[in-house]
């Protein structure tokens, strides 16, 4: 099969007219990947597009059913795989080569680590938002809460988080560090209340918090989510594993949103939500979704999910908003608070929800996104003894921060006193 790659400089819609014929495409972000199925056809070429530059041109021996799109946490799939052909490297998104029954083999190797899906013709892996065509501007109740969002205070929710030998969803120090959470959150006056899950048969907890909205019913509820459980898989249940970005930073970015919105006197219901048993399964989401009433998920207006939003590893200050379809209204609205309110950030999105504890939610009809490190490297550390403080970017992890208290500031709205 012969393959050519392309670095888009402009939006893709600028050269998506311009796909040549017979040849397919599949976009990574600012590149595209042109593939003829025909090994006698052309060569597939962009050339002459406005805003494409030819980047890498080959010849594999392929067929179009062995090209499959991985999404992966951190290099788990190339440490556990590493002698599946890649095709093209994204960090988080590979393309590889997979005979079919391989791949679907794999799929159900490391359900939690990554996931493995046939390349569709004509596909959007994920894409990289155009910031000059954000047109969002800043409102100044929800900058006045985006204002309040303490690197400090941060800095000392993680400190505390990773200072637990593991957060092992089924060991002592995460019953211990869930009940730290929930003394915080107690002390921001949310009401707070353990849910029972169960991993793998041992017994483990959600912990929920929440506070009621001033305005007059019927109320929405808006709901934010991040794992607080952390895992060693070299070293096993009880070896350290602090978890600083898988996830601690999701967890103490939860705490902070939680006391930047404490005083705020909103239109609907809000409520933090921290979850066991991610790492072995997506557990605790899995039970709090199936826990729900019909009424009960019809009231939810949107999930915000934070998983690993504390490592800078590229040069850019790249955040992904993964979701599906259905979680499209809530891609655009945190685009938008992103444009108007943290503007460092470069927005990547993929509708190709996997591993985190946004897709119970999505398989509920529930619109759910997850925000995460940007795409094109990967945090190889998380999952072991090396997923220190020490690799935190507090300064990145304070935007997408940002971004994200305007976005659920924007959906609980605000009620006069």
Not at 182 to 199: E, G, K, P, W
Not at 329 to 349: F, P, Q
Request: glycine share 6%; charged share 25%.
């Amino acid at each position: 099969m012969k393959l050519a790659l392309y670095r888009l400089t402009k939006r893709e819609r600028d050269v998506r007219s311009a796909m040549p014929q017979p040849a397919s495409w599949a976009q990574f972000g600012d590149q595209v990947l042109l593939y003829a199925k025909d090994s006698a056809a052309e060569e597939p070429s962009l050339a002459g597009a406005r805003g494409a530059r030819e980047i890498r041109r080959d010849s594999v021996p392929l067929r179009a059913g062995q090209m499959h799109v991985v999404v992966q946490n951190g290099r788990m799939f190339q440490q556990e795989n590493p002698r599946v052909p890649v095709l093209l490297d994204k960090g988080r998104y590979l393309l590889v080569k997979l005979d079919p029954d391989r791949a679907r083999r794999l799929k159900d190797a490391s359900p939690t680590c990554y996931g493995i899906f046939p390349l569709k013709e004509n596909q959007v892996v994920f894409d990289v938002r155009d910031p000059a065509a954000a047109r969002a501007e800043s409102v100044a109740w929800v900058q006045e809460l985006v204002d309040k969002i303490d690197r400090a205070q941060v800095e000392s929710y993680l400190a505390r988080l990773t200072s637990f030998q593991t957060r092992h969803s089924t060991s002592s120090d995460f019953k211990t560090s869930a009940n730290w959470a929930r003394d915080q959150l107690r002390a921001m006056n949310y009401t707070t209340r353990f849910q029972n899950i169960s991993v793998n048969g041992s017994p483990g907890r959600n912990l929920i918090a929440d506070r009621k909205g001033a305005g007059a019913p019927p109320r929405k509820v808006v709901i934010v989510t991040a794992h607080l459980d952390s895992i060693n898989i070299a070293g096993g249940p009880s070896a350290p594993a602090p978890g600083a970005d898988d996830n601690g930073s999701g967890s103490a970015g939860l705490l902070e949103m939680a006391r930047v919105l404490s005083d705020h006197r909103s239109r609907h219901d809000l409520r933090f939500i921290l979850f066991g048993g991610e790492e072995q399964g997506l557990f605790g989401s899995q039970r709090y979704v199936s826990s729900l009433s019909a009424t009960e998920k019809n009231r939810v207006l949107s999930v915000l999910n934070m998983d690993m939003i504390g490592t800078l590893n590229t040069a850019t200050r790249s955040v992904m908003l993964e979701g599906a379809p259905l979680s499209q209204r809530v891609i655009d609205g945190l685009s938008d608070a992103a444009a108007a309110y943290a503007s460092s950030l470069t927005v990547e999105t993929s509708l190709n929800p996997f591993a985190s504890d946004h897709v119970p939610f999505i398989r509920a009809a529930i619109p759910a996104v997850l925000t995460i490190e940007g795409a094109d490297n990967t945090n190889g550390n998380i999952h072991s003894h090396r997923d220190t403080i020490n690799h935190i970017d507090y300064d990145f992890t304070s935007e997408i921060l940002r971004m994200n208290v305007a976005f659920i500031a924007g959906e609980i709205g605000r009620e006069a006193s």
